[in-house]
């Protein structure tokens, strides 16, 4: 075995079989693989560490490809995502696209912190939870340069409007005006001769704002803006939801819960 190494890391995945097969998200190295040897027994010194959402100071050893957790010291637990079933589901879900959008060996500074403030904002009822959940997932989007055009109506340059729609795979905004003349009249699904499908989502003027700040606000003030509107609230994370399964391909059964519980 060689010598052990320390990193910071948050718990993304926890899979219990003989042992505790981790999924880590660490700032440097990127997502690894680490094996909780004995983390099973409730009564066994690694089992604080191998927990979902556990993140801590890891001390591992390297054998092969994988990491072997030595010993750690546990610094937050987000306990408060486990004592509602709502958080719990969205945490899994963030924790899902994260496994989704990251690499091993490429750091991911950048994308832990987002994780980690997401949580630390679920855990604490800070915001309301599809506030949490929009940010966090046109946050993402925008990390991995897939954010939309939303500055103006990519027809006629329109910047207000109480009917946008966005066209979800080419990412472009459409006011009333020219959506009308495309034929498109609602949220849903086109047929187009050119293009096989477009999926559209509606957006009133909050939630479209709302967009615009998450993805081009500095991550240390993501949170800087309100959204008072419950409607605007849902169809600011929805869109969101529709961007990251569309352009990620990241199919969440948490989301799905979620959803279900929604009642949406
Ligand atoms: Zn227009």
New binding site residues.
């Given amino acids: 075995m060689s010598e052990p190494c320390h990193t910071m890391g948050l718990v993304i995945r926890a899979k219990r079989e003989k042992d505790v097969i981790l999924t880590l998200l660490t700032p440097e190295m990127g997502k690894i693989t680490v094996i909780a040897k004995g983390a099973k027994s409730l009564k066994g010194p690694q089992m604080p560490l191998s927990q979902p959402f556990c993140y801590g100071d890891f001390e591992l050893y390297k054998k092969g490809d994988l990491y072997w957790l030595h010993t750690g010291e546990l610094k937050e637990n987000f306990y408060g995502v486990t004592s509602r079933l709502d958080a719990l589901n969205l945490a899994a879900y963030f924790c899902d696209v994260a496994i989704a959008v990251s690499e091993p060996g490429e750091p991911c500074e950048e994308l832990l912190r987002l994780l980690l403030n997401s949580l630390y904002f679920l855990a604490n009822k800070t915001y309301p939870d599809e506030l949490i959940k929009g940010v966090f997932e046109w946050r993402i989007l925008a990390m991995q340069g897939l954010s939309p055009a939303v500055n103006c ?6 910047t207000q ?1 109480g009917g946008f729609a966005l066209d979800i795979a080419q990412g472009e905004l ?2 009333g ?3 009308a003349k495309r034929e498109v009249f609602g949220d849903g699904v086109r047929m187009d001769d050119d293009a096989p499908r477009h999926e559209w989502v509606l957006l009133a003027q909050g939630a479209l704002e709302a967009i615009r700040f998450a993805i081009s606000t500095p991550l240390g003030k993501m949170m800087s803006f309100r959204l008072d509107d419950e409607t605007d609230r849902y169809d600011f994370s929805r869109a969101g939801e529709k961007f990251v399964r569309y352009h990620l391909d990241v199919d969440s059964a948490a989301l799905k819960m979620y959803e279900q519980m929604r009642g949406k």
Avoid at 153 to 158: A, N, P, S
């Fill in positions: 109506c990519c027809g006629c340059g329109k409007d459409f006011c005006e020219c959506r």
